[in-house]
């Protein structure tokens, strides 16, 4: 490619069969790096001892994506099976809590999630309406736990991306744009954002940051812990220069008046998390941590593109439907 021809034209993702020769090149690239990133990511993670689970696409649970400031879904997809409704998977928290809390005490899944963002997001460059997520939950861990094992993680992938896959990086114009990255990571309280920023801390960190940094405190879903002494949040978000947050965990729920409580207050219906409900009474829900890597997002940062759907073999832009 010619020095014009680095800085990407692409505005929204096209189908495969749209592109032109020079994108089939670029797209080819972005697919091997895509893979060198999902074989750094498993690796590491079965080399520290977790186990690989398969996905579960239908079930009467999942995430609620209530009361996360950030969610902005427009319906969520619902269909009967064998006399029962279940839904397409927002995300597998639901699954890694009891999964963790039983037979699996340290666990990784690739997880497709199905979220139906508003069609005007569809041009943010950083949503897309179908996504997998490196899920991973350990028992008895805390977030200082997480937090060095994703340091661990994703400087282990950035340097032996540079290093393996110098000739795609440098077609696309991404080798050098790529810092090395180094742990531990800058970590900031979102109260002192909100209170330097004000409502659009999130953009305007993101504007600032050349490294990788750590978010806390952040008010959500019921099943994040929080200490109710002090209304502080045991959680974290990853932000990344361009695309912002790439991670989102906790230090999670696992005591039953504190669960029903919070499910109460937020106003999520019993009915759709009766299990967790059931697990933490009987006291067999136990204290785990963990989070979700977005694979398109953090794809998406090491190869530069505008949009993450264009990571995406068959993109999934919020407001258009493809035939594939």
């Known amino acids: 490619m010619t020095p014009n021809e680095c800085t ?57 994506l209530w009361p996360d400031p950030s969610a902005s879904i427009e319906k969520r997809l619902e269909v009967d099976i064998y006399g029962k409704p279940v839904r397409t998977m927002a995300s597998m928290i639901v699954h890694k809590l009891i999964a963790a809390s039983t037979a699996y005490p340290k666990l990784f899944i690739l997880s497709p999630n199905v979220r139906l963002e508003k069609s005007e997001r569809g041009k943010t460059g950083k949503h897309i309406y179908e996504f997998t997520q490196l899920d991973f939950e350990a028992k008895d861990a805390t977030s200082k736990d997480v937090f060095s094992l994703v340091e661990t993680v994703l400087c282990t992938l950035v340097k032996d991306l540079k290093k393996n896959m110098k000739d795609d990086l440098t077609t696309i114009c991404r080798f050098d744009a790529i810092p090395t990255i180094e742990g531990p990571f800058k970590i900031f309280d979102r109260e002192d954002l909100e209170a330097k920023y004000g409502a659009t801390w999130e953009t305007d960190i993101i504007a600032e940051i050349t490294q990788p940094v750590w978010i806390t405190n952040i008010p959500r879903e019921f099943y994040d812990f929080e200490d109710f002494s002090t209304g502080r949040w045991d959680n974290y978000d990853l932000f990344m220069p361009q695309f912002g947050e790439i991670l989102s965990g906790s230090k999670r729920e696992y005591e039953y008046d504190k669960i029903t409580e919070k499910i109460e207050r937020d106003g999520v219906r019993k009915e759709n998390f009766a299990l967790i409900i059931k697990m933490a009474k009987e006291g067999r829900l136990k204290p785990t941590a963990g989070a979700g890597i977005g694979i398109e997002r953090l794809i998406g940062y090491l190869t530069g593109v505008k949009h993450i759907a264009e990571c995406q073999p068959f993109p999934r832009v919020p407001g258009i439907v493809h035939e594939l």
């Open 8 to 64: 990407p034209t692409i505005d929204l993702p096209k189908s495969l069969d749209q592109l032109t020769t020079q994108e089939i090149e670029r797209k080819a690239c972005i697919g091997r790096i895509a893979t060198y990133t999902l074989c750094s990511l498993t690796s590491t993670y079965v080399n520290q001892g977790f186990q690989w689970l398969l996905p579960v696409v239908l079930s009467q649970s999942t995430d609620p």
